[in-house]
């Protein structure tokens, strides 16, 4: 793309700063794009959105004090759990952690609080995997005792 749809005029490769709203805060946010050097009417492309929607969803999250992608991951790496682990124990579907730290779903708060009692080494991975196993005597101990 060369020349703006609109105006014709030149169309350059360009980073803008957004101003974003949310509960009466405000931030600028970078938005890359294809920028019209006449018209200034943006072109962005689905990799620009992606970054920008990242970026958006952290301030979102950082207001709302909770934990940012950021956070998330380094939570997650830190516990040895691929994206794939951590959504299999804490539930919300396989690509749960992914959607989490692109910023393309945010965590509920309960799930925001026991990743930081985690953090903080109040609880382990290991504590959450004792009390979800399944419980092996399943089917040798099912019965009433009656006595
Ligand atoms: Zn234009």
Redesign the pocket.
């Known amino acids: 793309m060369t020349n ?1 749809p ?4 030149k169309i350059a490769r360009d980073t803008k700063m957004i101003e974003y709203k949310y509960k009466d805060h405000t931030r600028e946010i970078e938005q890359s794009g294809d920028y ?1 050097e ?4 943006g072109f962005l492309s689905p990799a620009d959105l992606r970054q920008s929607k990242k970026e958006l969803a952290d301030f979102k999250r950082e207001v709302d004090d909770l934990l940012t992608g950021k956070d998330l991951a380094r939570i997650r790496k830190n516990n040895h759990l691929s994206q794939k682990e951590a959504s299999e124990l804490f539930g919300g579907g396989v690509r749960a952690f992914h959607k989490y730290e692109v910023g393309e779903n945010t965590q509920s708060k309960p799930l925001d609080i026991l990743l930081r009692l985690i953090d903080s080494n109040k609880i382990t991975i290991e504590d959450i995997r004792r009390l979800y196993a399944p419980h092996e005597d399943q089917n040798s101990d099912v019965g009433l005792s009656v006595g």
Do not use: A, K, P
């Not at 609109?6 to 005029?9: F, M, V, Y």
């Open positions: 703006c609109l105006c014709s005029g019209c006449v018209c200034g009417e």
